[in-house]
């Protein structure tokens, strides 16, 4: 049995206020759309200024890719953010929502990536998913991590409708949980 939508509101809730936020007015989160591609679009509004907080919380340049070349170390980025893609999915699924990870995912990195080729968002996209498909084999530790991943992003979301996990610095911890996938992976130099 699914459990009371509180994430699937707050998202929504937090996809409108972030769209408002960036672009001054209305956003497609309220489009006369069907109820499932409100839920992802906010989810895609949403998991930007995370990975771009969580970036920077890092150390770690993340807009230049628009329009530079990409960093060897681009596809761990793009990597989290697909694991906050799927934390969103898992949060909703739980609440019986049914949303696409790779679907989520690829519009992350469209996103990331507006202005350059198809080619380019498709390239990042493998190298981060096939990264992604070496972190999760490894086992427990990589299991604990997207599971306390999973948690921060209950927290962050619902921090939208409590004032008791208003007082976190999310940015922080987003940038702590990425600086541990930099620190697993090894560059090729």
């Known amino acids: 049995m699914p459990r009371d939508p509180e994430c699937t509101f707050a998202l929504l809730e ?33 998991i ?11 150390g770690i340049k993340i807009l230049d890719a628009q329009f530079d070349e990409i960093t060897k170390g681009f596809h761990i980025i793009v990597m989290f953010g697909i ?16 949303v696409d990870v790779k679907e989520l995912g690829q519009g992350m990195v469209g996103a990331l990536l507006l202005m350059r080729s198809y080619e380019d968002r498709q390239e990042q996209y493998e ?22 991943l999973n948690r921060l992003m209950s927290m962050y979301l619902l921090s939208s409708r409590y004032e008791r996990l208003r007082r976190y610095n999310y940015a922080s911890l987003f940038g702590s949980m990425l600086k541990v996938i930099f620190s697993a992976v090894e560059l090729p130099s």
């Open 127 to 148: 190298l981060a998913h096939t990264l992604l498909m070496r972190f999760v084999s490894a086992g427990p530790k990589a299991t604990e991590w997207q599971t306390n």
């Open 14 to 46: 937090l996809g409108e206020a972030e769209f408002k936020r960036a672009f001054g007015s209305a956003s497609p989160v309220n489009a006369p759309k069907n109820f499932q591609e409100r839920i992802r679009s906010a989810a895609g509004v949403v």
């Open 83 to 98: 694991c906050l893609s799927m934390s969103i999915v898992f949060l909703l699924k739980e609440e019986g929502q049914d």
């Open 48 to 58: 930007q200024p995370i990975l771009h907080d969580a970036c920077e919380n890092a």
